[in-house]
């Protein structure tokens, strides 16, 4: 089992910026796809960002150029830097770690954008 814990959601103001960071415990064996999704009320759970166990990123249309995935892979966990934020963005964001056989998902954070 793993378990997945994100942190760093919050009320911003539009423009404003953000960190998302998600911490991994338990049985954690190679390098996972590490993603971000994002669901808006009334709205399906979509792609925000991931980043392949080789390190290639792939970003959701809406957020290129604005968003940022990192990761760490010795300390288990994965970042979402999310600058330029926008009202659209205003959803509960979930990280996501898949093996081929697995995958976890956390329990979210909500970030709001508003002024």
């Known amino acids: 089992q793993v378990q997945l814990v994100e942190s760093g959601g919050g009320l911003v103001q539009p423009g404003g910026s953000l960190r998302l960071s998600c911490a991994a415990s338990?049985?954690?064996?190679?390098?996972?796809?590490m993603g971000w999704y994002r669901q808006a009320p009334g709205k399906q759970r979509e792609l925000v960002a991931d980043?392949?166990?080789?390190?290639?990123?792939n970003y959701a249309d809406s957020v290129k150029g604005r968003f940022a995935i990192s990761r760490d892979t010795v300390k288990n966990m994965v970042y979402l830097q999310m600058n330029s934020l926008k009202p659209e963005d205003t959803a509960v964001y979930y990280c996501?770690?898949?093996?081929?056989?697995?995958?976890?998902w956390g329990p979210g954070t909500q970030v709001t954008v508003s002024s």
């Open positions: 980043i392949t166990s080789g390190g290639r990123k």
């Open positions: 338990g049985s954690i064996f190679g390098i996972p796809v």
């Open positions: 996501k770690f898949a093996w081929s056989s697995r995958v976890y």
